[in-house]
């Protein structure tokens, strides 16, 4: 995400090193990799769930900081991120490596105005606060042009398709943090979690009594086709009564859900798709579903199929 918020901000160039997950824009393909994790990313969610816990037992980094290449790269500024310690760096690791030297900031979102925050954050420490303020603009006025930003619109509201967003198979997880936003943003009301809240872990049972109109997955870091591959691993009949009571579509999670940049924007407007029962790139139906047909958002009266 912050590698996406400094390309963003127009200072791409300025970019000496990057994590092992920053793939965007796609001008960071070549640059050095300062992190490393030992956990293998083309494991199942399950398998990658229970390699995280041990490692967090046995008291091991998940991802850890090239110390050596962080040295020889000699950035001025080193930003990392204080919200989970699992899919990234942990803060403190970052702060104690770069005792003395680069400044480090720390970027904490938990929700859109944390993501505002942050890139405002960044674009100071780099000097470019009027890019930032523009930027901060833009995406706010592409989320004002949503449905779900109508005074009218809100949660609970008569007609409002009710939505959960799953970020995790094995064990399942509901999504968190911005995600009830985005989803507020496109027309639909989230009823697997509140706005700023941590992703929590929920049983299928728990998720299908909340009875949703549309299921999104949106599986942390992953793709629509390493989405797919996992859903297609599933056995638990509470989870495919699930995936077979409603509409399931698959967004690219790791574009555009899990990380608090600047493409979250481009993920409300890729949930309304969804909606609508439009595919677009990074969105896709899931074949168990039935064929798909758009909902219906006008208020007052139920939902229109």
Not at 19 to 28: I, L
Not at 183 to 197: F, I, L, T
Not at 210 to 235: F, I, K, T
Request: hydrophobic share 45%; glycine share 10%; aromatic share 4%.
């Amino acid at each position: 995400a912050a590698t996406e918020i400094v390309a963003a901000l127009g200072a791409g160039e300025a970019l000496v090193g990057v994590s092992h997950e920053c793939d965007y824009p796609p001008e960071v393909a070549g640059l050095p990799r300062v992190t490393t994790t030992p956990v293998d990313p083309g494991q199942s969610s399950g398998a990658i769930d229970r390699a995280v816990r041990a490692l967090r037992a046995a008291g091991r980094p998940v991802v850890a900081v090239d110390a050596a290449l962080l040295r020889r790269l000699a950035p001025d500024l080193v930003i990392t991120q204080s919200l989970c310690d699992v899919c990234a760096v942990e803060a403190g690791a970052v702060t104690r490596l770069a005792a003395g030297g680069p400044q480090v900031l720390a970027l904490d979102a938990r929700d859109l105005a944390g993501v505002w925050a942050d890139i405002r954050a960044v674009a100071h420490a780099l000097g470019k606060v009027e890019a930032g303020e523009a930027l901060v603009a833009s995406l706010s006025s592409r989320l004002a042009a949503l449905p779900g930003a109508e005074s009218s619109r809100r949660s609970q509201a008569i007609g409002v398709p009710r939505v959960v967003c799953i970020e995790w198979l094995d064990p399942p997880y509901l999504a968190g943090h911005w995600v009830p936003e985005l989803v507020r943003y496109a027309g639909g009301e989230d009823v697997g979690a509140e706005p700023g809240s941590r992703s929590l872990r929920r049983s299928w049972r728990e998720i299908g009594a909340a009875r949703p109109d549309l299921v999104l997955v949106m599986l942390c870091g992953m793709n629509v086709e390493r989405a797919e591959q996992e859903l297609s691993r599933l056995a638990d009949p509470e989870a495919l009564a699930l995936f077979d009571s409603a509409p399931t579509w698959i967004l690219d999670g790791g574009a555009y859900t899990s990380r608090p940049g600047p493409r979250l924007v481009d993920g409300a407007e890729r949930i309304r798709c969804a909606l609508e029962g439009r595919e677009v790139p990074g969105l896709r139906r899931w074949a168990r579903a039935e064929p798909a047909r758009p909902l219906s958002f006008a208020p007052p009266g139920p939902l229109q199929s």
